[in-house]
């Protein structure tokens, strides 16, 4: 039975060579198309690692300069020369001698 299910199409293609060379044909058309889609999705995906790569970049350093940032405050502060801690004493300062006026 399956003999015959194969013989219309033996019959069709009266050469196997000229079978064979359209299955090589729709292969390559078939890789030919797997390929460029994959060089598209081979590119998408090397584009979203760049961005990637990027954001990471872009966030460390900003994370870089934050600590920086906070590392020179704490030097500022411990020295008693941060603008923010100054102006806190002076007005801690006014007022205790306010109180101590008031209590006087």
């Not at 292969?27 to 889609?37: A, I, P, T, Y």
């Not at 806190?88 to 007022?95: A, G, S």
Request: hydrophobic letters at 25%.
């Amino acid at each position: 039975m399956a003999s015959t299910l194969l013989s219309p199409m033996v019959d069709y293609y009266n050469d196997e060579e000229e079978l064979d060379s359209v299955e090589d044909d729709d292969d390559r058309s078939f890789r030919g198309r797997d390929s460029e889609e994959d060089t598209e999705d081979a590119s998408e995906t090397d584009l979203a690692k760049h961005d990637e790569d990027d954001y990471v970049e872009i966030k460390e350093q900003m994370y870089q300069d934050k600590l920086a940032s906070l590392k020179r405050q704490l030097q500022q502060l411990q020295e008693g020369t941060l603008q923010e801690y100054q102006k806190r004493m002076k007005k801690l300062d006014q007022q205790y001698k306010e109180r101590l006026r008031n209590a006087g």
